[in-house]
């Protein structure tokens, strides 16, 4: 610890700012701060160098940098999950998502984690379920591609527009679709907290005037992908659920809306109609 910035002035200032869990983000910056001083050179200078560096640190903090920027990680489901500058980052809310998933993936079963982001939900979703599995992701944003292949691993995870980028062998084979995609309307956007307004890519909040425009292309595309009795779960707010499901409902999928007060998340369940297929060797 710095006697330069006692941790007692961390917290203060943090809480200022309106840190609501002061103490634990300035434990969070001064690790990391040490760890940063400590890979550039060790020496004489660690100090000084660890010094400079949680100053830096919390000065973006109180600016309103989202603490998981600033870190290069967030926790997701129990997982440190790699996450770059301006990528979503992962809410806690989403666990809620993997956990209405994982009783649905099998031992060979094809996973996809489409609007991926971080790949949060798919490395949740590996770290809970049997192997071997065949998981993939896919994301438009570069910089959310970037760290999802630090995620998941450079091969799992494909850049380009919803379905685009995925192997067309996979068409009728998927057997778990997860997917958080945007689903803020554009004119709500900027009632959002600024840690994500401004410190977030748009593209990963905007869900057009609705919030739904990519619900209803992925309820348009998806039939095509899913397998006969697979699932297509989606996250998506308390008051667009309904909505969500008339969306799936339409495109010919069994449907039904499941809620967390404990989360307060909310995830459409849809199904294929059809047999399953047998997961392993198919």
Known sequence: MSAALPFETIVARLRAAGCVFAEDEARLLLEASAEEASAEEAGAEEGARSSTALEQLVRRRVAGEPLEHLLGWAEFDGLRIAVGPGVFVPRRRTVFLVASA?????PGAVVVDLCCGTGAVGAAILARSPEPLELWASDLDPAAVASAQQNLGAGRVLEGDLFEPLPARLAGRVDVLVVNAPYVP???????PPEARLHEAHVALDGGDDGLDLHRR???????????GARLLIETSRSQAKRTEGLLADAGLT????RSAAFDATVVVAERPGTARSRLGA
Do not use: K
């Not at 994982?102 to 099998?106: D, G, L, M, W």
């Not at 992925?218 to 006969?228: Q, S």
């Open 218 to 228: 992925i309820a348009r595309e998806a039939p095509h992908w899913l397998a006969p």
């Open 255 to 258: 449907t039904r809306i499941r």
């Open 102 to 106: 994982v009783p649905f993936v099998r």
């Open 186 to 192: 554009t004119d709500a956007i900027r009632t959002m």
